[in-house]
C-alpha cells in the first residue's frame, strides 16, 4: 500500500490516501488518483521524514505528506508551514529550523520569536 496526496490549486495538500502500492505499475497511480479526484496527485512516503527514511530505505521527496503542507515542485519535497518569521527552511531536510540551535541539554525550552532565542521552561513548583 501507499500514500497519496491530494493538491489544491496552490499545491497546499488537503487529502491523504492510502492506495494502490507503487509494485503495481498496471497504472500511473498518481495520475490515476490526480484523475479521480480532479486534482494534482502526489505520491508520499509515511516512512520518509526531515529527507531520512525511517526504515533505512531511500527518502521519497523529504517529508510525509500532512494536511496543509506545500508540495514544492522545485524541491520535490512536502513542507510544513513555517511556525516563526526568523526559521530558515533547511535544504537537506526540507524542515524548519531556528536561527539559533536548541540547547543540547536536558531542560525543556520554547522558542522566542520576540528575543529570537531560547527561553528555557522551568517546571511546576510543588
Not at 524541491?75 to 536561527?99: G, Q, V
Request: with cysteine.
Amino acid at each position: 500500500m501507499a500514500h497519496y496526496a491530494i493538491l489544491n490549486e496552490n499545491n497546499i495538500v488537503i487529502q491523504v490516501i492510502v492506495g494502490k502500492d507503487e509494485s503495481d505499475t498496471s497504472h500511473d497511480w498518481e495520475q490515476y488518483y490526480g484523475n479521480f479526484f480532479g486534482k494534482v496527485c502526489k505520491r508520499t512516503s509515511y516512512n520518509t521524514f526531515g529527507n531520512i527514511h525511517n526504515n533505512g530505505g531511500t527518502p521519497f521527496r523529504k517529508n510525509y505528506a500532512g494536511i496543509g503542507m506545500e508540495y514544492d515542485e522545485n524541491r520535490d519535497a512536502f513542507i510544513a508551514k513555517k511556525d516563526f518569521e526568523s526559521w530558515i527552511l533547511n535544504e537537506f531536510s526540507c524542515l524548519w529550523e531556528a536561527p539559533v540551535p536548541k540547547p543540547d541539554d536536558e531542560n525543556m525550552y520554547m522558542w522566542n520569536e520576540n528575543t529570537l532565542s531560547w527561553d528555557l521552561i522551568e517546571p511546576p513548583v510543588e
